[in-house]
């Protein structure tokens, strides 16, 4: 039987996005050129969530789009047979912008890498940062988040489950282990 460890509730995601959304404004030393784009499914909850704190904290409102990269993935053939690919949405020209991509968990870089080479096909960013709630390490590839919510150690079989209010009626992480 698998074992439960709850890792963040919702005190616990509020206040991660509030410290992402400040380290942002700070490292960007404000809001120019600025866009999110959330990685579907919960990166793109999550990338409007710091949109919203961001206006709250500077007044001003970020361009946000969402990106399904589930036919970018060189893995999709593992994941299922046929994937649910959903429409992807930047309503704005990602040129010579400064993109932050948005997901919930960083594991092994894969994800990030599709949605690199996704997001290539709207355009030419002139940087792409990477915003994450969870790092759990064992990176096959050499990518790092910019900003990220939580480092956990973790074994390579271990789950980690992100739910956020949006859709799944509640903010927690936990992980599931043998």
Same mark, same amino acid.
């Given at each position: 039987?698998?074992? =439960?460890?709850?890792?963040?509730?919702? @005190?616990?995601?509020?206040?991660?996005?509030?410290?992402?959304?400040?380290?942002?404004?700070?490292?960007?030393?404000?809001?120019?050129?600025?866009?999110?784009?959330?990685?579907?499914?919960?990166?793109?909850?999550? $990338?409007?969530? %710091? $949109?919203? =704190?961001?206006? *709250?904290?500077?007044?001003?409102?970020?361009?946000?789009?969402?990106?399904?990269?589930?036919?970018?993935?060189?893995?999709?053939?593992?994941?299922?047979? =046929?994937?649910? !690919?959903?429409?992807?949405?930047?309503?704005? @020209?990602?040129?010579?912008?400064?993109?932050?991509? !948005?997901?919930?968990?960083?594991?092994?870089?894969?994800? %990030?890498? #599709? #949605?690199?080479? $996704?997001?290539?096909?709207?355009?030419?960013?002139?940087?792409?940062?990477? $915003?994450?709630?969870?790092?759990?390490?064992?990176?096959?590839?050499?990518? =790092? #988040?910019?900003?990220?919510?939580? @480092?956990?150690?973790?074994?390579?079989?271990?789950? %980690?489950?992100?739910? !956020? #209010?949006?859709?799944? *009626?509640?903010?927690? !992480?936990?992980?599931?282990?043998?």
């Amino acid at each position: 039987m698998k074992k =439960q460890k709850t890792l963040l509730n919702e @005190s616990d995601f509020k206040r991660i996005i509030t410290r992402i959304s400040h380290e942002i404004i700070e490292k960007h030393r404000g809001t120019k050129n600025l866009a999110l784009v959330g990685i579907q499914t919960r990166g793109d909850f999550l $990338a409007k969530r %710091i $949109a919203d =704190q961001i206006k *709250q904290i500077e007044n001003v409102t970020l361009p946000v789009g969402s990106m399904d990269i589930n036919m970018y993935r060189d893995d999709w053939t593992k994941i299922s047979r =046929q994937p649910t !690919v959903r429409p992807s949405n930047i309503p704005f @020209s990602v040129d010579d912008m400064d993109i932050i991509l !948005v997901d919930d968990v960083l594991f092994t870089g894969r994800t %990030i890498r #599709a #949605a690199m080479g $996704a997001l290539m096909d709207f355009g030419r960013p002139s940087r792409i940062e990477l $915003a994450i709630l969870i790092d759990r390490g064992h990176r096959e590839l050499p990518i =790092q #988040a910019d900003y990220k919510g939580l @480092s956990i150690n973790t074994e390579h079989e271990d789950m %980690i489950n992100v739910l !956020v #209010a949006e859709h799944d *009626q509640q903010d927690l !992480v936990y992980m599931e282990q043998d």
